[in-house]
């Protein structure tokens, strides 16, 4: 199963980005979410959202500037970043669930897309 993943590049603090992420029909019934992993740290969850788009997860240093949403009929998820930090530098990847509620434990997802490169410059 491949996910792609598009939308990263180089912007300026406080500009916004539009990532999605084809997941193709193994994201039916299932959650759908964001991870990221910045340079020389972990990976690190971002934002989920169930099956149905009526429930989302987010991580407390992206609330309030990151919305994550779903088309279904595309089987497409989309991460809108607002007010982009130097911080949010990181290699992001979209992951498909095993169940239809978002999990913020990178164990609850069992596909990965191959990362896309989001760069904030100060």
């Keep these: ?65 990151f919305t994550i949403t779903r088309d279904n009929a595309k089987n497409t998820v989309y991460l809108d970043m607002n007010t982009l930090e130097p911080e949010d530098t990181a290699v992001y990847y979209c992951a498909v669930g095993l169940r239809p509620v978002p999990s913020r434990s990178d164990s609850a997802y069992r596909y990965w897309g191959q990362g896309s490169l989001v760069t904030v410059s100060s």
């Design 1 to 65: 199963v491949q996910l792609q993943a598009s939308g990263g590049g180089l912007v300026q603090a406080g500009d916004s980005l539009r990532l999605s992420c084809a997941a193709g029909r193994t994201s039916s019934n299932n959650a759908l979410a964001w991870f990221r992993r910045a340079p020389g740290k972990e990976r690190e969850f971002v934002a989920g959202i169930g099956w149905k788009g009526g429930s989302t997860v987010y991580a407390d240093s992206v609330k309030g500037r």
